[in-house]
């Protein structure tokens, strides 16, 4: 269903990505605490595939900065894409303009008894409402402004509000459409999975409904909308949520305390680690591409409920980031490598175009890098806190030859 169109080696492990939501440009979060941005090639006026000659042969690096002094845990752009927040291990959650990496505003994550407690999640839910989750399973709620004038970003020192959806740190988080009342268009209520429970939380009321327990890890969740009700399978809208067990369960919108169906992506029982919603005009129907905890990415036809393709990320490492771009190409991120893949063609002209494909792909190593004022220092620190090895998502498996497999390109100047 997808094809690889260019492999990009990282320095570093990846721990977080984020896909802006009007441009081709990726963000990546490293264990190093380095930041970088890329532009992806622009999209081709005609559906043939990625060639020098249609303009999709390279990949800029807009700038690269060492962000946090431990590793980068979560980015996430701002709605309109203007604005790239980051949260690492050292505690500080930073706001950058995307266009130029310069930090604008600063804050400090909430300690928790008056100890560390990392941030695992962020989440621009509008223009005003930024949302943070740690691992102690507080979801912090920060109000925040980017002046339309100055172009000055402002972030609120303590939150407005906490709330504590799950007993465990929160595993993703998915914002529910505006309903037609709605004068903002903004969501203003949201899904999350912590533990073996899903959670409702609402903007003004808090926390609305917490699920049975599941008695089963849920790991990553995804908006569906508009299904079409089949002989024996409810329609409407749905929350797919991956769990641990190679299972995803299917739950109505607005029936939150127990699962309306399930779907067996994987009878190893694999991790669903992460969840992304494939766009409209590819492929039939409503379908989720589905990121393994084994490297593998599925595609999930929903309604019919069955697995209708299987590419491989990696053979090692676990899928970290997937998602989307605005042109519909698909790019998926997890150990040292991002990749960028796009639907198939067919087989005659896959074949005619392979050589091209493999030559035509290549990275614009540079641009100077606008690091923070805090954190000039380039080396690692040998204070850098590990990462948790109880979460499968953030397992990396030693051993592994970092070529990044076939596919891998080699660029010029990359660290």
């Known amino acids: 269903m997808f094809d690889t169109?260019?492999?990009?080696?990282?320095?570093?492990?990846?721990?977080?990505?984020?896909?802006?939501?009007?441009?081709?440009?990726?963000?990546?979060?490293?264990?190093?605490?380095?930041?970088?941005?890329?532009?992806?090639?622009?999209?081709?006026?005609?559906?043939?595939?990625?060639?020098?000659?249609?303009?999709?042969?390279t990949i800029d690096t807009s700038w690269r900065t060492k962000r946090h002094k431990g590793s980068c845990r979560s980015l996430a752009f701002s709605a309109d894409g203007a604005v790239l927040f980051s949260a690492g291990t050292d505690g500080i959650v930073k706001a950058a303009r995307t266009e130029t990496g310069r930090v604008e505003a600063k804050i400090g994550v909430p300690m928790l008894r008056a100890q560390p407690d990392a941030p695992c999640l962020l989440h621009a839910l509008s223009p005003q409402t930024l949302l943070l989750a740690t691992d102690s399973g507080a979801l912090h709620l920060y109000d925040w402004r980017m002046d339309s004038t100055s172009?000055?970003?402002?972030?609120?020192?303590?939150?407005?509000?906490?709330?504590?959806?799950?007993?465990?740190?929160?595993?993703?988080?998915?914002?529910?459409?505006?309903?037609?009342?709605?004068?903002?268009?903004?969501?203003?209520?949201?899904?999350?999975?912590?533990?073996?429970?899903?959670?409702?939380?609402?903007?003004?009321?808090?926390?609305?409904?917490?699920?049975?327990?599941?008695?089963?890890?849920?790991?990553?969740?995804?908006?569906?909308?508009?299904l079409v009700s089949k002989r024996g399978r409810s329609g409407g809208d749905k929350v797919l949520v991956g769990g641990g067990s190679g299972v995803l369960t299917l739950w109505d919108k607005g029936a939150w305390d127990d699962q309306d169906g399930r779907i067996i992506v994987d009878s190893g029982k694999e991790s669903l680690d992460v969840l992304a919603l494939v766009p409209d005009g590819i492929g039939e129907g409503s379908c989720v591409a589905v990121g393994m905890g084994d490297g593998r990415v599925k595609i999930v036809r929903v309604g019919a409920n069955t697995v209708v393709s299987e590419m491989r990320h990696d053979e090692v490492e676990g899928v970290v980031g997937l998602a989307f771009e605005v042109g519909g190409r698909m790019v998926s991120g997890g150990g040292q490598v991002v990749k960028v893949w796009q639907e198939s063609v067919d087989v005659e002209e896959d074949e005619e175009d392979e050589d091209q494909e493999v030559d035509g792909v290549g990275m614009k190593r540079d641009v100077g890098s606008d690091s923070d004022e805090d954190s000039e220092e380039e080396e690692e620190s040998s204070e850098e806190e590990p990462e948790r090895k109880r979460r499968k998502k953030r397992q990396w498996a030693n051993g592994k030859d970092r070529s990044g497999g076939k596919d891998l390109m080699q660029f010029k100047g990359i660290d």
Do not use: M
């Open 151 to 226: 172009g000055d970003v402002a972030v609120g020192a303590k939150p407005q509000a906490t709330h504590r959806p799950h007993d465990d740190y929160v595993s993703s988080l998915t914002p529910l459409p505006p309903t037609a009342a709605s004068t903002s268009g903004f969501a203003k209520q949201w899904v999350t999975t912590g533990g073996t429970t899903l959670a409702v939380t609402d903007l003004r009321r808090g926390v609305l409904v917490r699920s049975e327990d599941q008695e089963e890890e849920l790991l990553s969740s995804v908006f569906v909308g508009g």
């Open 5 to 57: 169109i260019c492999t990009l080696p990282l320095p570093s492990d990846l721990f977080a990505q984020a896909i802006h939501p009007t441009a081709p440009i990726l963000a990546v979060g490293l264990a190093s605490g380095h930041v970088q941005t890329y532009r992806l090639p622009p999209i081709p006026s005609s559906a043939t595939h990625s060639t020098p000659e249609n303009g999709c042969g």
